[in-house]
């Protein structure tokens, strides 16, 4: 099974992605872009990739451990950026603003904890919803148009819980299915 640790948005944070992901839609011209269907707008904290039954057990234990005294906290939306940069954008994603360094520190734990556990995960956490991947060519200015569009938009969600989630590819894109779920106080 594929797994990531993330957390979910609420519907507010999740509609002003989707308005983002439109604009950006509307303005990147035909095929340039596969974009996340906003059901599936989320923060991943770590990327486990495929792993075992063992390893699922492991990871879902390693996030009870790593959440138990942590609490909830709000984040706001934050700017538009890609990775790995705009000369040659591979992901488009709306950043996080506040909250950012409470996440960064949450992703902290959660890493220490699954790698205590031993289990091997993509550990690069940078605060960010993707919206969209990039398959072809960008009309020039696009980067800015729709910063200048996501900056206007600010809104704030409450982190409230961490997902350990499988992701099962089909060609329609990723379905994601929740295994296990740790509230935060």
Request: proline content about 5%.
């Amino acid at each position: 099974m594929r797994l990531f640790a993330a957390s979910a948005l609420s519907p507010e944070f999740t509609s002003a992605l989707k308005a983002t992901a439109d604009y950006a839609r509307d303005n990147a011209g035909r095929d340039a872009v596969k974009w996340v269907d906003p059901r599936n707008f989320h923060l991943t904290y770590a990327f486990l990739g495929e792993v075992d039954a063992k390893a699922a057990g492991a990871a879902a234990e390693a996030l009870g451990t790593a959440l138990a005294a942590e609490k909830s906290f709000r984040i706001v939306s934050g700017g538009f950026g890609v990775f790995p940069s705009p000369r040659h954008p591979s992901v488009l994603w709306v950043g996080i603003g506040e909250g950012g360094a409470e996440l960064r520190a949450l992703a902290a734990k959660i890493s220490v904890n699954l790698a205590a556990a031993g289990l091997v995960f993509e550990d690069r956490f940078e605060p960010h919803v993707t919206i969209g991947r990039v398959k072809g060519l960008l009309p020039e200015n696009f980067i800015r148009r729709v910063s200048d569009f996501a900056a206007g938009r600010k809104v704030s969600s409450l982190v409230a819980s961490v997902e350990l989630m499988e992701s099962a590819l089909t060609p329609e894109g990723p379905v994601y299915r929740r295994l296990s779920s740790r509230k935060l106080l």
